[in-house]
């Protein structure tokens, strides 16, 4: 790709580390590549970015931007937890986002 700026590496837009077509190839940073990944598979609530706040008992959505975790809030749902974390990635990761409710052309967190 010749990227010079060390800070920067490739990312897959499909996220298929075969596919090495230069149209699937793209310049990022770090937080961008991370972005680029899906639910884990230990992942209780089933959405990127949300997990049960035992305390309160109700479902908490944070997102990861430039190395720093951002608390959304606290929502009675996970799947109003999932779209405030959708809202936050399309808005801080742009084309780099993995969302749980993608529209069409926005790519899939599953």
């Known amino acids: 790709m010749g990227i010079s700026d060390p800070s920067l590496q490739v990312d897959h837009a499909d996220r298929d580390k075969k596919n090495?077509?230069?149209?699937?190839?793209?310049?990022?940073?770090?937080?961008?590549?991370?972005?680029?990944?899906?639910?884990?598979?230990?992942?209780?609530?089933?959405?990127?970015g949300v997990s049960l706040h035992?305390?309160?008992?109700?479902?908490?959505?944070?997102?990861?931007?430039?190395?720093?975790?951002i608390s959304l809030g606290l929502f009675f749902?996970?799947?109003e937890a999932a779209k405030a974390y959708d809202e936050a990635a399309r808005r801080l990761q742009g084309e780099f986002a993995r969302l749980n409710f993608p529209n069409e052309g926005e790519n899939s967190a599953r």
């Open 20 to 48: 090495n077509r230069r149209n699937n190839l793209r310049p990022c940073t770090l937080s961008q590549n991370q972005s680029n990944k899906l639910v884990h598979r230990n992942n209780k609530s089933g959405y990127k």
């Open 54 to 69: 035992s305390q309160s008992d109700k479902w908490r959505a944070i997102i990861n931007h430039n190395k720093k975790k």
């Open 77 to 79: 749902s996970k799947e």
